[in-house]
């Protein structure tokens, strides 16, 4: 997540159309690891929204950065703050919660004592270790997914996928027990354990998208496409699919508005991008604001 220098994206954001872009390493990277990011965050996202959790996924923004930065005080890899971090909150939240499910009380009593514990790391690491990468605090809030090499972007794209295939494989029964959680545990499905493995998968989401659009923004790309796609079905297995793919159209439209406006942040092009298109759903008036999600596949 180093920072890609300033004039080296002014002199990309010169080339000839579109397809220009993909000649420049730095976009390669940037799309292989947003396209997986993004499939990963629409996929989550929907079903943060769907069991009403998703001051979770706000709250592990909070986390994302804390753990960031706990790392670079360290003097560690910030991935690795960032996995530790986001798991390990995503799972005491769980714990701490009702059956694997996380409540608002509970996530309003980390999210104070975390954002005390970020302000902490973030002064130990200005006052100790700033000179090594002194822009390292500013990527973790706001992204940085035009500085990914070619192996940081490799490996967020193989995690993200990891999380696609993990959440498609838990599609059905983690969709009954949103929808109907008595009956979901009276027919055996495993709702606690559900629930656990679903915020593992929220947290390791939290951690990679963290670096598309930072700490500050991740919200967004977690809640934005999954509130559209409610907005706009209302069955679950197509409202997952679309979410997934508005995610993924608004990571591409906000990197190519980014590649096209060099002095605009690749974060706030793909947040833009998701913000229009929810926006976008309210003239879609017929289908009304809180449509409950119908149970059938």
């Known amino acids: ?69 706990a790392a670079l005080a360290g003097g560690y890899d910030l991935r690795l703050g960032l996995f530790a971090g986001t798991v390990a ?24 004592w975390i954002l005390g514990l970020g302000s902490f790391f973030l002064t130990l690491y200005t006052t100790s270790r700033s000179a090594a990468n002194g822009g390292a605090g500013v990527n973790v809030l706001f992204g940085s997914i035009f500085g990914l090499s070619a192996g940081q972007a490799l490996t967020a794209a193989l995690i993200a996928a990891g999380i696609c295939v993990a959440l498609l494989a838990i599609a059905r029964p983690l969709l009954f027990a949103s929808l109907d959680e008595t009956v979901a545990a009276a027919r055996g499905v495993p709702v606690r ?3 656990f493995g679903f915020l593992v998968l929220v947290g390791a989401c939290a951690a990679e998208a963290t670096q598309a659009v930072g700490a500050l923004l991740l919200l967004g790309l977690l809640a934005a496409p999954a509130g559209a796609a409610m907005r706009l079905t209302d069955r679950p297995m197509r409202g997952l699919a679309l979410s997934a793919g508005l995610g993924l159209g608004e990571m591409w439209a906000g990197l190519a508005l980014s590649y096209a406006v ?10 833009a991008a998701a913000t229009l298109v929810y926006a976008l759903t309210f003239l879609k008036g017929a289908r009304g604001r809180g449509r409950s999600v119908q149970p059938a596949l």
């Not at 943060?48 to 959790?53: D, K, S």
């Not at 939240?93 to 104070?112: L, Y």
């Not at 060099?262 to 793909?270: A, D, R």
């Open 1 to 69: 997540m180093t920072g890609h220098p300033a004039a080296v994206l002014l002199a990309a954001g010169g080339g000839h159309g579109w397809l220009a872009a993909f000649t420049h390493p730095y976009f390669l990277h940037a799309f292989l690891a947003g396209s997986a990011i993004a499939l990963a965050a629409g996929l989550t996202g929907y079903f943060l929204v769907l069991r009403a959790q998703v001051f979770t996924g706000d709250a592990l923004s909070h986390v994302a950065f804390t753990g960031a930065l």
């Open 89 to 112: 909150v995503a799972l005491l939240i769980g714990t701490i919660g009702r059956k694997g499910r996380a409540d608002d009380v509970v996530i309003g009593s980390v999210f104070a």
């Open 193 to 195: 354990m559900l629930g």
């Open 262 to 271: 060099p002095t605009l942040p690749p974060s706030f092009g793909i947040m």
